[in-house]
Nanobody, 121 residues
Framework: QVQLVESGGGLVQPGGSLRLSCAAS????????MGWYRQAPGKQRELVAI???????NYADSVKGRFTISTDGAKNTVYLQMNSLKPEDTAVYYC???????????????WGQGTQVTVSS
């Protein structure tokens, strides 16, 4: 099976920065995409950023120009550099990966447990 371990969340003041990381481990043959989603209380989970095949990226309009997603393929790790944070960025951030296991020909989605990001004075 695949495990996604997230880290880097915390409390930051508006305008500050955080860097989230998510490391995938397990019987992984390949990873097609990794991404970050977030969910605030009372709101549905939304896509923040994704990176496909280690290079192609997409961002939610609300974070464009402020957040940067990147990967370290050798470590099966995805990062989310978050700058100029706003209170509305407060949410639980979830890592997601589209993974092909070593023993399977099927692409499957896996989720991390989430890490809290709080932007507040």
């Amino acid at each position: 099976q695949v495990q996604l371990v997230e880290s880097g969340g915390g409390l930051v003041q508006p305008g500050g920065s955080l860097r989230l990381s998510c490391a995938a481990s397990g019987t992984i043959f390949s990873i097609n995409a990794m991404g970050w989603y977030r969910q605030a209380p009372g709101k549905q989970r939304e896509l923040v950023a994704i990176i496909i095949s280690g290079s192609n990226t997409n961002y939610a309009d609300s974070v464009k120009g402020r957040f940067t997603i990147s990967t370290d393929g050798a470590k099966n790790t995805v990062y989310l550099q978050m700058n100029s944070l706003k209170p509305e960025d407060t949410a639980v951030y979830y890592c997601n990966a589209v993974v092909k296991l070593s023993f399977s020909s099927i692409w499957s989605n896996y989720w991390g447990q989430g890490t809290q990001v709080t932007v507040s004075s």
